[in-house]
């Protein structure tokens, strides 16, 4: 069986202890192992910050936006690949895979171009200049410079290509070396990733650094000029963020975490329209891309009382032409949870729900894989804005008028949905629901390859308040701040300005 | 004896239990009692949240603006009876006192004029429409809004006007209610501003409470929505922010923490220049002003080798000029400090600098009061690059040829500032200092009544890294961010533009 190793210090190394082993969730065949027990980590760390970080912060932006790109020509080289390893190992029907794979691609080359405005400079220029006395001369000047540490990047078993590529290609392109972890039940897609980038030598040395298995004392090794970002559950983001360390020394933490994510269909939107069948093909798209399996999918179904019995119907209608099976079959459109934990943490996440199935069932199907399928609740209780269930679940629920104070119930959430014409009921909900969320996202049948909004897209910020982690990424320009210190220059104008060149 | 009562849920209240008794730090006079005990925190949260929050987010940003010019004109009315409590209660020279109140009403009366470039708006667009498809249809906007909590401030001790307006001015601009807690010792200046901005109801009902004395469970009743911004020691720092629901909830927290903030001065200043005075000086002012009870101030005096015995004279020939004593004297330079426990903190603290004492001494005053000498410690072992002595107290230090990286040993602070015209040395010690910092000051004799890197000015940003709390403020229209939610509008343009008006 394969042994994946880890990339730290610049060389491949195999951890020792007992291994985890990597399933093809269809078939539950084992696939490969992986162990990181006895890595140097402190070493790794230290490697990345004196060889990666010096290495990165001497090229200016445009030069380490070309490493972005020549990152997603590599990958591409090897997109098949990718996505035969995103199908064996993670459960994706090839439609699920090429989202994740071409996703990562496309966020590696959408922060290149932006590298490009950012230019020849080795930091940023914050805002104009600040006359701050009487006399022009007492100036003031905002710059963003990297910061010195690593970027330690935890990331989510669902995107092992596009997570990897969302986080690493911000950190790189502010200067800073990446140390990622993938979750390790799916990590065979971001370990091919680090091969093919390794044997290219794309990288300055230390600049991008993997490591396979569990984290063990990763947290706490990191100092205040490090930063986390991590995104899975809202459990594991809060032992971070309490993490000794990480408290004592204020270290910057990004969380994307849990999230009741809803879609609101508006009470003017009339059964059949286009407004209504782009309605629910997003919802069906939301239950079923990826098993459900997206931190921005749809958890929510928000109707008014009045056609909840219709939206009920076409949904169901629409959930049972969905087939369930192997993606490694054509004809599958929606494959197993990543694992056996997954599912059973669905299946109950279900029962917590409350309500009943309108369509669906907990019971295991007759074959291996961990299996289940799509599952639309009807009337669930109060848990339904509380917990989150990660897989192909949604909940249908009734407003009355004010669906924005149902919505916010949630807590705090990355991406909510409304489908309306009815430019007053808008304004209301948007203005309702924004203090809650990262991403509004307004539903037109007019927008082409509509992407729905369970696309995040690295041009607007990704994250939530609340529940969802308090995080942001992404955003274009938005992204790179996490990366950065902001400091402001006070002094002689003159001095300023020749200092900035 | 004055019993200071809090103003909470649009009331003056009383607690109950055992008080604390408020001093003048100079005589050790008791001059009020304060108490929290069994208030109700809960129910002031929730009429903030309920009350002050609507009527604020009702309002355009100018019509909030035109609030901060209303409170610094009745701060200005009674300026002379604030100064006066910051003498007696704070042990404050009528300079520090000045300081003091002048910064709260400088930074209301600057948040107002920012407020005019808002205009009518009540949440603001952030950057430019970005097309995300291959039609200009598909369209995002970034857009911020306020957040719908309550705004905890809890203010440190040295500043209680300042302090309370910086962050207040902020908060309420971007449509937040406050929740002010002062510190208990210094508390008559923050209830005294409180008392006037009550009596002329200033502000909606509900956008602005006080709470003095203890916090009591106030961080456990926050929520997700709710920000808490303080300001004081590293360790409440921590205990804030690894409280359970702040990590529960992802909370937002800023903190400003201990620093210290160094001053270097460049191998190319001759003594006896400008340049040389300037640094002198500005030193002198950090240790003395406020008795050194400043985050901002310099606790660490970087000079080349070569200099070092020529500014130590110099220093101790200032710094010997300085009377200490009653501040309610017209001639007294520098106060005592503010309570008995800054005091021995401040004397154990020294002692753990280690290395001698080339001015000063920690000899207690044969009268009372919390008095102690500016104290300059000389050849310090490394603790000087750890703890943070809050009083009167610098370190001078040696440096051969990289004072970056001494400085870079305080592992993240507020400001530090360098004295050189060498543009090369500049550059290079600008550079490796800024990740560490929020701020950095170059000094330059040039800059008429320039007020040296202790001063905080509301067009930069105030905070930093690391030890420094990780946190940030001000910094003109940059402050407003912590108060709002960030928030990308997807979906079809003219929807969007029209929903932005």
Redesign the interface.
């Known amino acids: 069986m394969i042994q994946l190793r880890s990339y730290l210090g610049g060389q491949w190394v195999a951890g020792n202890g007992s291994p985890q082993t990597l399933l093809n969730p269809a078939t539950e065949e084992p696939l490969a192992n992986a162990s990181s027990g006895g890595l140097d980590l402190r070493g790794a760390l230290e490697h990345a910050r004196a060889r990666g970080g010096p290495a990165l912060r001497a090229l200016p932006f445009a030069e380490r936006g070309a490493l972005l790109k020549a990152m997603a020509d590599a990958m591409q080289g090897e997109r098949d690949r990718l996505i035969e390893l995103g199908i064996a190992n993670g459960g994706n029907t090839r439609s699920d895979a090429k989202f994740d794979v071409d996703g990562a691609i496309g966020t590696l080359l959408e922060y290149s171009e932006i590298s490009k405005a950012l230019g020849a400079r080795k ?1 940023l220029v914050d ?1 104009e200049g ?1 006359q ?4 022009a ?2 100036h ?1 000047q ?2 963003s ?4 540490g690593v970027a330690v990047h935890i990331n989510a078993f669902n995107f092992p290509a596009w997570g990897f590529a969302e986080k690493a290609a911000v950190a790189l392109l502010v200067g800073m070396p990446v140390l990622a972890k993938p979750a390790t039940s799916s990590a065979m897609v971001a370990h091919r990733i680090m091969e093919i980038l390794a044997e290219k030598k794309i990288l300055p040395e230390g600049a991008l650094s993997l490591l396979v298995g569990s984290p063990g004392e990763l947290v706490s090794l990191l ?3 490090d930063v986390l970002a991590f995104t899975g559950s ?1 459990d594991t ?2 032992r971070i ?2 993490a000794k360390n990480v ?6 933490i990004n ?1 994307e ?1 849990d999230s009741l994510n809803a879609a609101v269909l508006g009470a003017d939107v009339e059964p059949r329209s286009d407004m209504y069948e782009l309605f629910l093909k997003d919802v069906v798209r939301d239950m079923t891309q990826k098993a459900g399996q997206k931190c921005t999918a749809i958890r929510r179904v928000l109707v008014s009382r009045k056609v909840i019995d219709e939206v009920k119907s076409d949904l169901i209608e629409l959930l049972s032409t969905v087939k369930v099976g192997n993606p490694a079959d054509e004809d599958v459109r929606m494959g197993p949870l990543a694992t056996a934990s997954q599912l059973s943490d669905a299946r109950e996440g279900v029962a917590r729900l409350g309500g009943k199935l309108a369509f669906g069932s907990l019971s295991p199907f007759p074959h291996k894989g961990f299996f289940t399928t799509p599952v639309l609740v009807e009337s669930p209780g109060d848990a339904v804005h509380e917990h989150e269930v990660f897989g192909p679940v949604a909940s249908l629920l009734a407003y009355e008028s004010d669906p924005g104070r149902i919505v916010a119930k949630g ?2 959430g990355l991406v909510s949905s409304i489908y309306s014409e009815d ?1 007053g009921f ?2 209301q909900v ?2 309702d629901i ?11 049948p ?5 992407p729905g ?1 369970g696309t995040v ?1 690295p ?3 990704h994250g939530g ?8 990424e992404l ?2 320009p ?1 992204g790179l701040a996490f990366y950065m ?8 104008r003159p ?2 300005t ?2 900035l060149g």
Chains 1, 2 share one sequence.
Do not use: T
Not at 132 to 135: A, D, N, P
Not at 145 to 148: A, H
Not at 435 to 442: A, D, I, K, N, S
Not at 465 to 472: D, L
């Open positions: 930091f805002g600040i701050l006395g009487r006399s001369r007492f003031g905002h710059i410079v990297p910061r010195q100092g205040a000029q809202g983001g809060a963020r309490s408290i004592e020394h204020s270290i910057r969380v975490a807590n705090g430019q808008l304004e948007v203005m924004a203090p809650y969320h990262g991403r509004v996202f307004l539903g037109h007019k927008i082409e390859l509509s909004p897209l041009q607007l910020v308040p609340g529940r969802a982690g308090g995080g942001e955003g274009g938005r210190q902001r400091v402001a220059l006070e002094g002689s001095v300023i020749k200092l």
